[in-house]
């Protein structure tokens, strides 16, 4: 490879790689290794880490605290797991993963039958599971597509974003409510869930 005024001249033998820097073959490359990192760090917070916190608040809290709401405007743990449940089914589930969903958003709020815990995970966890079998089919250029909600976003990367977003927003009203009415539950959650959900980097061996 020569120089010429501080640029690199390459040469007409150039390799494959040389060529694709020429063609912008390489920022290709680069976009699609982002996505795949992007696609990766959204599919494990959505899907593991924050439904496993919680899976943990649930399991802390009564049948009777799952339904406690400090005013009759204010949102219980109960009604934000099922507008979660549905708002996932919704954007992700349906727009993205192309799985039938009708969708009552008042619903979400309005109910007050009290369901039982175990109805309310069934549900939940039916939609994580649906939410895992999306990202998992989904290319990581999938990401640089129109967003299917083009009054909300340009491209599929800026929905993902806006759903984990709003998971970890409404996953820490559900945990600060369970720590309230359980003391000392959910001690370090947030560590444990994203160590064993994979979302950090794992440690290398003695450090």
Not at 51 to 77: D, M, T, Y
Not at 84 to 106: E, K, Q, V, W
């Amino acid at each position: 490879m020569a120089w010429r005024q501080g640029h690199a001249v390459l040469p007409e033998t150039a390799d494959s790689t040389a060529k694709d820097v020429q063609s912008g073959g390489l920022e290709a490359d680069n976009s699609r290794g982002m996505n795949d990192i992007a696609l990766a760090a959204l599919r494990t917070r959505i899907t593991r880490v924050y439904p496993e916190q919680i899976r943990a608040s649930l399991g802390a809290l009564s049948e009777e605290q799952v339904w406690w709401r400090p005013n009759e405007k204010a949102n219980s743990v109960g009604n934000l797991v099922l507008h979660l449940t549905g708002s996932l089914n919704h954007y992700l589930n349906r727009n993205l993963g192309h799985i039938p969903y009708d969708r009552d958003r008042a619903a979400e709020f309005a109910e007050r039958r009290e369901i039982p815990k175990a109805e309310l995970l069934a549900h939940f966890d039916d939609m994580v599971a649906n939410a895992t079998r999306t990202l998992d089919a989904m290319p990581p250029e999938t990401l640089d597509a129109p967003s299917p909600e083009p009054a909300m976003a340009a491209v599929i990367l800026e929905d993902l974003l806006n759903i984990a977003t709003h998971v970890a927003t409404h996953t820490g009203q559900i945990v600060w409510i369970t720590k309230m009415l359980q003391e000392g539950a959910l001690d370090e959650v947030w560590m444990k869930t994203h160590r064993d959900g994979g979302a950090w980097k794992k440690r290398e061996p003695g450090k």
